[in-house]
């Protein structure tokens, strides 16, 4: 029975990062066998330890040891060869391996970069409008609060001129006299600053009189309101912190930056 041949994947169609993949898997072999003069070494450290314990004692073991030392030279520099050639394919596929990392990273880096940027913009502009609404806010109360003060203010003053009119019922003299009592003067001396013949006698009688009692205590009312009107003017405006709720979403774990 004939077998179908499958069709390969054209090399084009493989992503860079596979296709770079599979060039260092080709190189990803190195012989880690031990120093090949392995034996030669030994036999070096044998014979170095025979001159070390017995010594030089003659002109011919003198000249061995020379040769020996030559030899040990030639065996060190065979050894760090051998293992600098491992050490350097090494530094060459962590190279090959770094570069194949920041290619995977350049397909996520960008839009990682650019996602932060558009949600950074988004949630900048989203404290802006809450910053804005929150000043537009204390705005309103604060007018609202002022409108409402002022209002309370032109009522006491309508209501301390509405006090102050019943002396309108008085005469000319009658007025001054409730008009002396209620800056402080005695009713002897309002009766007479007033032009009153007898004081003693009238002032008396002016303070029993309904109508002038009722228009002093008009005066001491309207005096009493302006002092609340004006204490009024000066309490400073308090408003209530406004709350503007962001339109922000939250994923645990994210944060921008």
């Given at each position: 029975?004939?077998?179908?041949?499958?069709?390969?994947?054209?090399?084009?169609?493989?992503?860079?990062?596979?296709?770079?993949?599979?060039?260092?898997?080709?190189?990803?072999?190195?012989?880690?066998?031990?120093?090949?003069?392995?034996?030669?070494?030994?036999?070096?450290?044998?014979?170095?330890?025979?001159?070390?314990?017995?010594?030089?004692?003659?002109?011919?073991?003198?000249?061995?040891?020379?040769?020996?030392?030559?030899?040990?030279?030639?065996?060190?520099?065979?050894?760090?060869?051998?293992?600098?050639?491992?050490?350097?394919?090494?530094?060459?596929?962590?190279?090959?391996?770094?570069?194949?990392?920041?290619?995977?990273?350049?397909?996520?880096?960008?839009?990682?970069?650019?996602?932060?940027?558009?949600?950074?913009?988004?949630?900048?502009?989203?404290?802006?409008?809450?910053?804005?609404?929150?000043?537009?806010?204390?705005?309103r109360q604060t007018e609202e609060t002022q409108?409402?003060?002022?209002?309370?203010?032109?009522?006491?003053?309508?209501?301390?001129?509405?006090?102050?009119?019943?002396?309108?019922?008085?005469?000319?003299?009658?007025?001054?006299?409730?008009?002396?009592?209620?800056?402080?003067?005695?009713?002897?001396?309002?009766?007479?600053?007033?032009?009153?013949?007898?004081?003693?006698?009238?002032?008396?009688?002016?303070?029993?009189?309904?109508?002038?009692?009722?228009?002093?205590?008009?005066?001491?009312?309207?005096?009493?309101?302006?002092?609340?009107?004006?204490?009024?003017?000066?309490?400073?405006?308090?408003?209530?912190?406004?709350?503007?709720?962001?339109?922000?979403?939250?994923?645990?774990?994210?944060?921008?930056?």
């Amino acid at each position: 029975m004939a077998t179908r041949a499958v069709a390969r994947k054209p090399e084009s169609d493989i992503s860079p990062v596979r296709h770079a993949l599979a060039k260092v898997a080709q190189n990803f072999q190195v012989s880690l066998a031990p120093f090949p003069e392995e034996a030669a070494a030994l036999a070096f450290k044998e014979n170095a330890t025979t001159f070390l314990v017995n010594g030089i004692t003659s002109a011919e073991r003198h000249q061995t040891a020379l040769q020996l030392l030559r030899d040990g030279k030639r065996l060190k520099r065979s050894i760090d060869e051998h293992w600098m050639k491992v050490r350097r394919w090494l530094e060459d596929r962590k190279k090959d391996i770094g570069t194949i990392a920041a290619m995977d990273l350049q397909v996520v880096e960008p839009g990682l970069a650019g996602l932060n940027a558009v949600i950074l913009s988004y949630e900048e502009a989203e404290k802006a409008r809450v910053a804005r609404e929150q000043e537009a806010e204390r705005r309103r109360q604060t007018e609202e609060t002022q409108r409402q003060r002022d209002a309370e203010v032109a009522r006491m003053e309508k209501d301390a001129l509405a006090a102050e009119q019943q002396s309108d019922q008085l005469s000319d003299r009658e007025r001054a006299f409730a008009q002396s009592v209620y800056q402080g003067i005695s009713p002897e001396g309002a009766a007479t600053r007033a032009g009153y013949k007898d004081p003693q006698a009238q002032a008396a009688r002016l303070l029993n009189t309904p109508k002038i009692a009722a228009v002093i205590e008009g005066m001491q009312q309207a005096k009493a309101l302006r002092e609340q009107a004006a204490a009024v003017k000066e309490k400073p405006i308090e408003i209530r912190e406004p709350e503007v709720q962001a339109n922000l979403g939250k994923v645990a774990g994210v944060r921008t930056v």
